[in-house]
């Protein structure tokens, strides 16, 4: 019996059935729902989930898993894969014990990403196999299929969904989850566990040996598929293999298609795709990682055939769609190609960028700081909602996760003389903000440290983090105290202060700028999204007829302040938060009782 | 040649309920033994941003519909109907329920949101129909505002090729269990709206 679900859902599934002991990840777009359906679907199997400080820590304890003998993975999104680099590449020379899958996320068009890195890049730096699936079904068969291969070869594997596969909805077949197997010891192995330069020689002589046996294992898998047609070709991985399936059929072409699932490439399969067409069009998205093979393989097999590809007939940036490889395919057939519909009304519509919630305490936080430090200072910020705050002139900068602060020091010791005040998010914060903040305090960087603290992980979908005591389970488990991390790391002055109070904000960015070294201040509120899911209900605002129309309140862009007829106006999306009323240079916007 | 039996595109501000649709009807469709598609938005858009959710019933390639490839547009925001105006194939029909949420573009002056005739004029040239609803109005009579999605989700139903009664199994599900018969009346009264104008 199959369901309609979610590709993360369904991979979570694939997890399952492969009898997964560990699970470890950090949240981010599109890959969060993996743990969190775990989370939802483990029921009474011993298996630990948990959410990670950040993407290194979550591979490495996934690691310390797979070789007690647990099955592992360790989630992430595509630039996770960064921060996780360190483990990953050194896992890939010492071997796993119990298989070992990572799962890197891939955003191509940056939906909600900083970059479109392609993490089949990375599994190719590593020298590990990669899995590409084209559908949410295809992800579930191989997450399974991932620890399989991961114990036969005593490698690390790569599965790397993009989003239009970990949030698109498909048919998934129900499978049987697994209790996990296998007994649960460290078995000490120096030489294969220790890696000294020693260990690490004969090591990497041993993973660059095994990639052939790799590669014939992948060349019968069931996700490459070669159906020899006419003397034109396509040769499509992951998910533009859909699409190329699709326009094969839309143009109704006697086509020959290589579809390519797995990593390394079926050089077999490309060889006799090559010999058989003279004509082929890779399509692939982002990196030409499959192209670049194919041309090696035709020196060979076929030199005169003619490769079509990256550039004139498929983009090296954004995703791909139906529409993109039905073209290309058309181009390269002398066919007629279709043009994206288009309609010159939609010019009237008014934009609707991503916003700041109303009463989110981070425009209040900025708006304090603003305040306080002028339009001269400068904003380091960094990944998060808070970055969606850019047109308050408080986010000068965002680089990547925890960024800010380190970014922030280097501009003080490069020359700058105005006040810097940087800012990052809670969970940002303790996933990579931690150590910049010891850096900025052992180099002495005079510097402010803003931590909006909303007390979760919002932008990912309100994921627990070490500040909130919760565990992704949702069991309860201790709570760091920010201000004491702050104070241990080196920060000289702390401040807390609550966004809802403009005056202690004010007060509180106004001493954090007159301190003479590394200031802190931490901006605490609970998100208004989580508050609300908890049932707490606040008294809303409205404007009296004292309004002089200034539009001070407007300015200050809560999605709950209108502006009609010459004076403000609170809506309905009102959550209560009364900083509107702080700020009204003429008193007029007061508290309505319920 | 045909690569998916039923395209639609259904869009709306984040919060609305778009995913919530697509769900009852992909969960329909496999009650049904089709195939089915779907791709939706996550992340950074969802904050108050617009929402795209594309459903293929009885299709096995792409998640997302094609540009001019939709058979239905269902917009539960009537800006978004025209934003995304570009999915409507020629032969499709655009169901648009007429109550806007203003984007905070408008709310602070910065732009201005088009009337009514204005988004919908356009629509009737580039589609075979378009059928303007109050789905807010509806809801509420059916019991809760909240609802208004599922009156546009019973208005959707009269073009797509799914069984009623797996429809409302579907919707039986994902919806709590104390809302279920405002939602059953709210889909009821989103069909009926289709059906009287298209008697008419």
């Known amino acids: ?594 | 040649m045909k690569t998916s039996e039923c395209d639609i595109v259904i869009v709306g501000v984040g919060g609305q309920g778009v995913i919530l649709v697509s769900d009852v009807i992909g969960r329909a469709a496999v009650r049904a033994g089709k195939p089915v598609r779907g791709a939706e938005t996550h992340g950074m858009a969802q904050r108050g941003g617009s929402v795209v959710n594309h459903t293929r019933i009885g299709c096995r390639y792409s998640p997302m519909v094609a540009s001019g490839g939709a058979d239905v547009l269902l917009a539960l925001e009537p800006a978004e109907a025209l934003r995304f105006a570009h999915f409507l194939s020629p032969d499709g029909v655009a169901l648009v329920n007429t109550i806007p949420v203003l984007p905070i573009t408008v709310t602070t002056g910065r732009a201005r949101y088009p009337g009514l005739e204005e988004i919908l004029s356009p629509l009737r040239e580039i589609c075979r129909q378009v059928l303007p609803l109050d789905a807010i109005a509806l809801a509420k009579k059916a019991g809760t505002a909240q609802a208004m999605n599922v009156v546009m989700l019973g208005a959707l139903s009269a073009y797509m090729p799914l069984q009623q009664d797996l429809l409302l199994a579907a919707l039986d599900e994902v919806v709590p269990p104390k809302y279920r018969e405002a939602n059953r009346k709210a889909f009821q009264m989103g069909k009926a709206e289709v059906e009287s104008v298209t008697q008419t």
Request: net charge negative; aromatic share 6%.
């Open chain 1, 1 to 594: 019996m199959s369901k309609y679900l979610l590709g993360n859902v369904a991979i979570a599934k694939g997890l399952l059935e492969a009898g997964i002991g560990l699970a470890a990840g950090y949240p981010g777009t599109p890959s969060s729902e993996i743990i969190e359906a775990l989370v939802d679907l483990k029921g009474d199997l011993p298996l630990h989930v948990e959410w990670s400080v950040n993407e290194k820590v979550a591979l490495e304890v996934a690691i310390g898993a797979s070789w007690t003998g647990a099955r592992a993975v360790a989630t992430m999104k595509h630039v996770g894969l960064n921060v996780a680099a360190d483990p990953f590449m050194t896992l890939a020379y010492l071997g796993v014990g119990a298989g070992l899958v990572v799962i890197s996320a891939d955003d191509p068009q940056c939906h909600s990403s900083q970059n479109e890195q392609d993490s089949r890049r990375f599994a190719e730096f590593a020298s590990i196999p990669c899995l590409d699936p084209s559908d949410p079904e295809e992800a579930r068969e191989m997450a399974v299929f991932a620890f399989e291969l991961s114990e036969k070869f005593n490698i690390p594997v790569m599965l790397r969904p993009t989003t239009r596969v970990s949030h698109a909805r498909a048919n998934v077949s129900a499978g049987v989850a697994l209790e996990a197997a296998g007994q649960r010891k460290f078995v000490k192995n120096p030489a294969r566990r220790v890696a000294l330069p020693v260990h690490a020689r004969p090591l990497h002589n041993e993973l660059v040996a095994k990639q052939a046996a790799i590669e014939d294992e992948l060349q019968n898998a069931p996700w490459n598929r070669l159906d020899l047609r006419g003397s034109a070709g396509i040769i499509a991985s992951g998910i533009a293999g859909l699409y190329a399936e699709e326009a094969i059929r839309d143009l109704d072409l006697d086509v020959s298609l290589l579809r390519i699932g797995t990593y390394p490439v079926p050089s077999g399969m490309i060889e006799e795709m090559l010999s058989h067409v003279s004509r082929v069009l890779v399509v692939e998205e982002l990196e030409p990682v499959v192209e670049e093979k194919v041309e090696r393989i035709a020196r060979k097999v076929n030199p005169g055939v003619e490769i079509l590809g990256k550039g004139e007939y498929i983009p090296r940036a954004g995703e791909l769609d139906f529409l993109a490889v039905r073209n290309a395919l058309a181009r390269m057939m002398g066919l007629h190609e279709k043009t994206a519909r288009r309609v010159a009304a939609e010019g009237i519509v008014p934009p609707r960028p991503p916003a700041l919630c109303p009463g989110c305490s981070h425009r209040s936080t900025y708006y304090a700081m603003r305040r306080v430090f002028g339009k001269n200072a400068v904003y380091p910020s960094d990944i998060g909602c808070y970055t969606m705050a850019i047109g308050m002139g408080t986010v000068d900068t965002c680089l990547c996760m925890g960024a800010s602060i380190s970014v922030a020091s280097g501009i003080r010791f490069g020359g700058e003389s105005e006040d810097i005040c940087c800012s990052l998010g809670d969970s940002t914060f303790l996933h990579g903000g931690m150590t910049g903040l010891l850096n900025a305090a052992y180099n002495q960087a005079r510097i402010t440290v803003t931590i909006l603290d909303n007390s979760t992980t919002a932008m990912t979908g309100h994921q627990p983090n070490p500040g909130t005591g919760v565990k992704a389970t949702g069991e309860q488990t201790a709570q760091v105290s920010l201000e004491a991390l702050a104070k241990a790391l080196g920060a000289g002055l702390v401040e807390v202060t609550d966004p809802g109070n403009l005056e202690a904000s004010l007060q509180a960015f106004r001493r954090a700028k007159e301190f003479a070294g590394l200031s802190v201040v931490i901006a605490r509120a609970t998100c208004v999204i989580k508050a609300r899911r908890s049932g707490s209900q606040r008294s809303r605002y409205a404007v009296g007829e004292d309004c002089q129309g200034c539009r001070i309140c407007v300015d200050f862009g809560c999605p709950a302040i209108e502006f009609e007829n010459e004076s403000a106006r609170i809506n309905q999306l009102c959550t209560g938060c009364g900083v509107c009323a702080q700020i009204c240079p003429a008193a007029a916007i007061r508290e309505v009782k319920r």
